[in-house]
């Protein structure tokens, strides 16, 4: 929880402030009782009619005082538990945006939404509700304990007997709420998913016909959501009651002692009175206190759920210092293998070879033979586990991430397009490019004609929210996007699939003036035969490496996928 | 100081003016509305009634109960302990015992009992809604962020059951107390009642001027947190976008702008709410204030008609009085935004769902497929429709070849003819019935369709294969995935069939898992067969071998394809070249090389 309410550190001083108009309000509160006193005994007793006036007046002014107090404490402490939520969401996301992708693939993209806003409400919540009441709770009940042994001891000591009992009730029903309400989260998460995943497969489902099966398999994930949830209230629903008991039994040992010490002639009916007043009000006390430790196994939960994103490590930090240069890259496998995070097998095994600057490099192989491995070791979105990669001559390991990628444009198999105009995505490519760059690239990637054939040109919505585009109108809008960029190196994993061969042609026609190395997967020879090397993987490894030409002399495999291809060659749209 | 009430901190005003008077004259209207939300969350809680008119009874017991405790310690302190008379007193104070004990229990009873209830009722909302999401048309996935959408799921539904688990109770004890306590009060002294009562009207006007504003400000904030939501499920979703092109700042920007916007509405929110207690306190106090002053002039002046003994008495339940006021009104507010919430989710139960109002349930379908002058445009204000006056005609086990330029309409045929759109103009006929008189269960649980971008759920390689047709046996599963040419890879892996596919993972690659799609396919035996770019990513080798497979599925169904590669499109029994949504060339292959049309063009550039 530390970790969390670090991030209300920054405004101890409003949290100061807001505490002392609610103690103000307290005070106000506490005397109050006072002034009624003084009332019927200045007043009404003695048959002074100006005194009643004149006390009534002074609380009258007294309660609009704590009135005001109570409002400057509501806007102080809106305002930074606000500022502290939105503190901690920023901080969040931001380290989220900074995860590697090793670290990003062990949080469900649902269970980040869930923490960023149900777990920062929880903890902003019990923040709110602590600069409320959180001083009130203890100050009536030690307040009170406090008065009732000055009115009487023995009266006191037995009303303050089973205190600690409840005392240690309320620590573990606190300690075991956190664990069940962490658990409550969980199935909330999972919740999250499934139905993100269901969104996602809304096709799948519906060409499936299996929308009533999805939601037997939901019902059961609900179903454990609810039975945990029933269990959490109910345990903490359990706590007022107990409370009841324990103080009502207090009340009553008190009642059953003053009647012996009364028949004993050891106590006066008044301090009775009072002892049984202050018992009533430590009753509120600790009713608050229940209220603040639901708020707190809750909040507990959260935080937890919390500091575990803001504990998560993050890739380098580093000063972005790169100039923009005009060379085309370069790019070096020294004797590289790899396996993803937390997997046994290597999907890349001693891997070694050399790109050129302004070189046409096409990589193939067949399905699941490490193409997209390799490649995403370039822009370094995952780190090789033996070996080297080196682009332009640095190791990447050395390279700043943002510097690296800021060389680089990469195309990545599945066009992902972001909710907003078809410029906005665009920009992300580079978010300083003049407007021409961003028509220029566009014409490259062979999709202006496209844009301006809309109804709304470049600022036609796209993305979740936005128009349906083809599958090859995609990818050109995801190429445009790396042109835009005006990298060294270009990286295009499998991104032409959908185009037909003459726009496919005209892409590369349109890239053929530009001084960029380009490193293309592909399943297609005929993009094959203009690239002025061809990298062949198969199972991971490198099973040939050379032009066209040379490999139909020498690579059986190639010549097998050359064959394939010849039989019918390709059609494209 | 004035600066500070208009901006506090900073903080620009959302709701205006117009807004407070918009809302003020739509206050009928929106009260006709919460009524209705209201009416149907009780509608939700049918199976419960019984169960919640005995928490109703139980809750009026505890209320008595709670004011029956105070009035016997009082009756002790009075009859007992004054008089010093201690006979029966034992008595007294086991009966006191008892109503604690009593209290206690029924107050666990009720809040056992309303937590199940509610959490059953949620749940039933729950599954109704997603229920009703797997009937909702794809046009209405089509336009929506996913995050908002599960925004309404959790968030919304969230703030619906912490409020009934705690506000029910609370609302009905706050009233049964309100009651008892305006009785004893009316039967102590009419006058002083009336007097306190006086602050009935203040308390309406103060909580009118707060609702006023929270209500359109909870409103204002759950849209903002769907918002907010909607955009993290993007960004993350889409991180590998992000991170290669070195955009994180961009993305924490574009989020810092959501969540300030959520930040500001949540300020005024958590303010005016806030004030809520305040403004009780403050009545409580002048209540107070107006029974001692009043009471005491009275007792002054009047000689008898008031005494000390009851204005202390009155002072006590004048308090006990405005307790629940101020109950109820901080419940109002949970209330508020628990029906905010319960509007956002009744909206999307609201969204009709696909008609689904074909009569032919049961029918073997034979393939036969006609479309017939078929129209249709994704939106209204498209300028060209995206397939137009189309029509060809498929015999029950031919296959066909879609071909043609991006954005030529080949997948939205595919699309109406799994009915996830419906035709503008035109009809799509199935076995000689218009395909709208099918029920949508009827087509689609006969026809395989295999989706462009090939989608696998975070399961095992085993459970989505066999999601094609869920009785098939693991024999079978194995068999399909042989056929598929997909078995060799997935025995690589250390778990074999049963890996679990994590999708943010990246060691499954594009093309193994349309090997899995295609896997999944074949296990069903439909009648007719969608292949839509299946095999796109699967390198050519892989896809020679699994060809045959294909090709032997296809035969004796209707089978529609879409692909690029010359073998693929060869084995099919006619091909359609469509161009701008109509229909370009249509015939075999020799036919069409005959035409030397567009087909001829494309073959031998």
Redesign the interface.
């Known amino acids: 929880m530390l970790t969390v309410y670090r991030y209300a550190m920054k405004y101890k001083w409003m949290i100061v402030i807001a505490l002392i108009f609610m103690l103000i309000e307290l005070v106000v509160e506490l005397i109050q009782p006072l002034f009624i006193q003084q009332v019927i005994d200045n007043g009404i007793m003695v048959n002074n009619v100006d005194n009643v006036i004149m006390y009534l007046l002074i609380m009258f002014g007294v309660s609009v005082v704590a009135f005001l107090a109570g409002i400057f404490n509501t806007y102080f402490t809106s305002h930074l538990t606000n500022m502290f939520g939105y503190d901690l969401r920023l901080a969040i996301f931001t380290r989220v945006q900074h995860f590697t992708l090793a670290t990003l693939s062990k949080f469900s993209t649902s269970s980040l939404i869930t923490r960023m806003t149900q777990d920062v409400l929880q903890t902003e919540m019990l923040l709110f509700m602590s600069l409320r009441i959180l001083f009130r709770a203890p100050l009536l009940v030690i307040g009170s304990l406090v008065m009732s042994f000055i009115v009487n001891p023995t009266l006191g000591l037995y009303l303050s007997m089973l205190t600690p009992v409840l005392a240690i009730f309320l620590f573990f029903t606190a300690r075991k709420g956190a664990e069940i309400f962490l658990r409550v989260q969980h199935w909330l998460d999972r919740i999250n998913r499934f139905i993100q995943q269901n969104l996602e497969a809304v096709r799948l489902i519906k060409a499936n016909d299996s929308g009533q099966y999805e939601t037997g398999k939901f019902s059961k994930v609900a179903a454990k959501l609810r039975d945990d949830t029933i269990f959490a209230l109910r345990l903490m629903e359990s706590i007022l009651p107990v409370l009841l008991i324990i103080m009502n039994g207090s009340l009553l040992l008190v009642l059953w002692v003053a009647s012996d010490l009364l028949q004993a002639n050891e106590v006066a009916v008044g301090e009775i009175v009072a002892v049984i007043n202050y018992a009533l009000r430590m009753q509120g006390g600790f009713s608050m206190f229940a209220f603040l430790i639901i708020a707190s196994s809750r909040a507990k939960a959260s935080s937890d759920r919390i500091s575990e994103i803001l504990h998560s490590p993050i890739s380098k930090e580093d000063k972005n210092t790169y100039e923009p240069s005009q060379q085309a890259g370069t790019v070096k496998f020294d004797n590289v293998s790899f396996k993803y995070p937390n997997t046994g097998r290597y999907v890349l095994k001693n891997i070694s070879f050399e790109i050129y600057d302004n070189e046409n490099f096409v990589i193939m192989g067949g399905t699941g033979s490490g193409k997209s491995s390799l490649i995403s070791l370039i822009p370094k979105m995952y780190e090789a586990t033996d070996g080297t990669v080196t682009v332009n001559g640095k190791n990447v390991s050395d390279w700043p991430t943002a510097d690296l990628r800021q060389t680089i444009g990469y195309v990545p198999q599945r066009a992902i397009l972001f909710t907003g105009s078809i410029y906005d995505n665009l920009l992300w490519g580079n978010l300083h490019a003049e407007e021409e760059d961003v028509f220029m690239s566009s014409e490259k990637a062979q999709i202006h004609d496209n844009i301006m054939n809309f109804d709304d040109t470049y600022d036609t919505p796209v993305g979740q929210m936005g128009v349906t585009l083809s599958g090859g109108q995609k990818q050109r809008l995801s190429i445009a996007r790396a042109l835009v960029r005006k990298p060294s190196i270009l990286i295009l994993d499998d991104s032409t699939s959908a185009l037909d061969v003459r726009t496919e042609n005209n892409l590369w026609g349109a890239l053929e003036g530009e001084n960029v190395t380009r490193i293309v997967i592909t399943q297609k020879i005929s993009t094959a035969e203009q690239a002025d090397r061809v990298l062949l993987l198969d199972d991971g490894e490198i099973s040939a490496l050379g032009s066209h030409e040379e490999l139909i002399r020498t690579s059986a495999l190639y010549r097998e996928i050359y064959e394939s291809q010849q039989k019918g060659g390709h059609i494209d749209e | 100081m004035s600066n ?1 009430f208009t901006r ?2 900073g ?1 620009e005003r959302i709701v205006t003016k117009e807004d407070i008077v918009k809302t003020k004259q739509s206050n009928k209207n929106k009260a006709d509305n919460m009524g209705q939300t209201l009416k149907r969350i009780w509608q939700f809680m049918r199976g419960e009634r019984k169960r919640l008119y005995f928490i109703i009874s139980l809750v009026i017991v505890t209320s008595l109960l709670s004011i029956v ?2 009035f016997l ?1 009082g009756r ?2 009075d009859y ?3 008089p ?1 008379a ?1 006979d029966g ?1 034992f008595r007294i ?1 086991i009966i ?2 008892a109503t ?2 009593l ?3 029924t ?2 009873i009720q ?2 009992l309303m ?2 209830l509610s ?2 009722t ?2 039933n909302l ?2 109704r809604l ?2 009703h ?3 909702l048309p ?1 046009t209405f ?7 908002e ?3 309404r ?3 919304d539904i ?1 703030t619906l ?1 912490q409020t009934m ?1 705690s506000s029910f109770i609370q609302f009905t004890t706050s009233i049964v107390t309100l009651i008892g306590t305006f009785s004893v009060m009316l039967y102590l002294s009419p006058l002083l009642t009336f007097l306190t009562a006086m602050i009935i009207p203040l308390l309406i006007i103060s909580v009118r001027f707060i609702t006023n504003r929270t209500g359109p400000l909870y409103k204002i904030r759950q849209r903002r ?1 769907g918002e ?3 955009y ?17 700042d ?3 920007e574009n ?2 702008v959501r ?2 916007n ?2 500001e509405v ?2 005024w929110a ?2 005016y709410s ?2 809520i ?3 009780m ?2 009545l409580n ?2 209540s ?2 107006i029974v ?2 009043a009471g ?2 009275l ?2 002046t009047t000689n008898g008609l008031v005494t ?1 003994g009851t ?2 008495v009155f ?1 006590e339940y004048a308090r006990q009085f405005t307790r629940p006021l101020a109950d109820l009104s901080n419940q109002l507010n949970q209330v508020l935004s628990a029906i905010a919430g319960a509007e956002r989710v009744f909206q999307i139960l609201d969204t009709e769902a696909e008609s689904d109002d074909g009569s032919i349930t049961n029918k073997t379908i034979q393939g036969h497929i006609e479309f017939n002058n078929v129209t249709f445009s ?2 209204k ?3 060209h429709p995206t397939i137009k006056n189309l029509s060809f005609e498929v015999k029950s086990g031919e296959s066909v070849a879609l ?6 309409g080949k ?1 939205t045929v595919m ?1 109406l003819l ?1 009915r ?1 759109y419906e035709t503008d103009q035109g009809e799509i006929r199935v076995d000689g019935e218009n395909i709208k008189d099918y029920s ?2 009827a087509i ?2 006969q ?3 295999v ?3 090939p ?1 696998l ?2 399961a095992t390689i085993r459970e989505n294969i066999r ?2 047709r ?1 009785t098939a046996t693991d024999d079978e599963v194995v068999e399909a995935a042989k056929t598929a040419n997909a078995h060799d ?1 997935i025995m ?3 778990q074999g069939y049963d890996t679990v596919l ?6 499954i ?4 898992k ?2 899995i799609s295609i896997a999944r396919a074949l296990i ?1 035996d439909p009648a007719i067969l ?1 292949l839509d ?1 299946a095999t ?9 071998k699994i060809q045959e497979s294909l090709e032997r599925l296809m035969k004796g169904r209707t089978s529609i394809i879409i692909a ?7 084995a099919v029994d006619r091909i359609f070249v469509l161009d701008q949504g109509e229909m370009l060339e249509s015939g075999t292959e020799d036919e069409l090389l005959q035409l030397q049309g567009k087909y001829y063009d ?2 031998n ?1």
């Open positions: 500070f506090p901190f903080h405790g105070p310690v002790i302190v007992y302990f004054i010093r201690f007193l104070l006191l015992l604690y004990v209290l206690s229990l107050t666990f809040a056992y937590v199940g959490q059953r949620i749940y729950r599954h997603f229920e999401m797997q009937e794809v996935y089509d336009k929506r962020q996913h995050g959408l599960m925004s799921m959790t968030n969230e059951s688990n947190t907010l939501n909607g993290i499920e993007e960004i993350v979703s889409g991180q590998e976008i992000v991170k290669v092109f070195s955009q994180e961009r993305a924490v989020f810092e969540a300030k959520l930040r949540t300020f958590n303010l806030g004030f207690p305040k403004v306190n403050m106090n002048i107070f204030t001692a002053g005491g002039i007792a002054l000390v204005i202390v002072a994704y939106s204000t498209q300028q071909i043609g330029a991006t954005g030529a997948t699309q799994a996830f949508r269960s689609r649980s026809t395989a369709f989706l462009q971008d989608y759920f975070e999601y094609g869920l890879f690589t892996l250390e994590d999708l943010d993972e990246g060691f690659s594009q093309g193994q349309q090997l069903t969608l770019e796109s990513s699967i390198d050519t080798i892989t896809e020679l690029h590669r010359l073998n693929t499109i060869k494309m073959v550039q």
